[in-house]
């Protein structure tokens, strides 16, 4: 008769002890995963990834314009996560011709050369897709949609979630890990990291107008279905009427940065 009791309880006592803030909207996320757990996985499969498809070498001019916005960047992304100073901070231009762009737990950022090539982005716009993706990697999406995979499939026990995780659960999270990386963000978290996005470009000198001339670029580049990077995000119409309402409350920012 106890038993739907200790059920809830145990979910409520889940929820409570994995639940965080995030550091810029201030919403409440589950967080059960570890974040250095969730920085290791990245890590392993960054690295694959690496070995696995051909990259621009570090002297190439594409990598050494990607690396020099990342790192104007990262400094603000450290300034809203503290935590994020720690991270293994790497960018990667990989020999891919989809409009794609990616940044992983623990700041590994990768761009595709389909991104550079078909879309010719500005510094400006550039700088809006990287910092929107570390956005993802500063909000912890990642690490949160691993957070509901173990809730959802695994049925973690209070003592995980309140001491960490065990080795048997750490085995159950690495095989959920891969599905919860590839699984493509929701809406909200979509809008979580253009907002924080947009404010880690302003900071860094970026014009935040650039953000809408992005996307109206992969619109027009992307025909009826839109390149990759586009169809994984929700609404582009509506997409770019919000980032349009944003942009006054960042032109601060970006004046402070540049002095303009």
């Known amino acids: 008769m106890r038993l739907p009791f200790t059920i809830s309880l145990l979910g409520l006592t889940l929820v409570i002890a994995g639940c965080a803030t995030h550091p810029v909207t201030g919403r409440s996320q589950l967080m059960i995963m570890p974040e250095d757990q969730a920085n290791q996985m990245a890590y392993q499969a960054y690295s694959q990834m690496a070995r696995e498809k051909p990259t621009l070498s570090a002297s190439d001019p594409a ?7 990342t790192q104007r960047i990262v400094p603000q992304a450290i300034r809203v996560y503290p935590q994020a100073a720690g991270w293994q901070w790497q960018s990667l231009v990989f020999r891919d011709d989809s409009i ?24 400006d716009e550039l700088a809006q897709v990287i910092a929107h993706e570390i956005a993802h990697a500063l909000s912890g999406h990642t690490r949160e949609k691993m957070s509901m995979a173990m809730t959802q499939q695994m049925g973690l026990s209070v003592a995980s979630a309140l001491g960490g995780l065990d080795s048997q659960t750490a085995a159950m999270a690495q095989q959920v890990a891969t599905v919860a990386i590839d699984l493509p963000f929701s809406r909200r978290m979509e809008l979580e990291a253009d907002e924080v996005g947009l404010l880690l470009a302003a900071r860094a000198g970026y014009d935040p107008h ?27 119409g509506n ?5 349009e309402r944003a942009i006054p409350r960042m032109m601060p920012e970006y004046r402070q940065a540049t002095g303009r």
Do not use: C, Y
């Not at 650039?210 to 009826?224: D, E, F, I, T």
């Not at 997409?239 to 980032?243: P, V």
């Open 63 to 69: 990598s050494q314009r990607v690396q020099r916005i």
């Open 100 to 123: 794609n762009a990616f940044a992983m737990a623990g700041g590994k950022v990768g761009i595709n050369t389909g991104m550079l090539n078909k879309l010719r982005p500005t510094d």
């Open 210 to 236: 650039a953000a809408v001339s992005l996307w109206r670029k992969m619109q027009a580049n992307g025909g009826g279905g839109g390149p990759e990077w586009l169809s994984t995000h929700p609404d582009s």
């Open 239 to 243: 997409r770019i009427q919000a980032l």
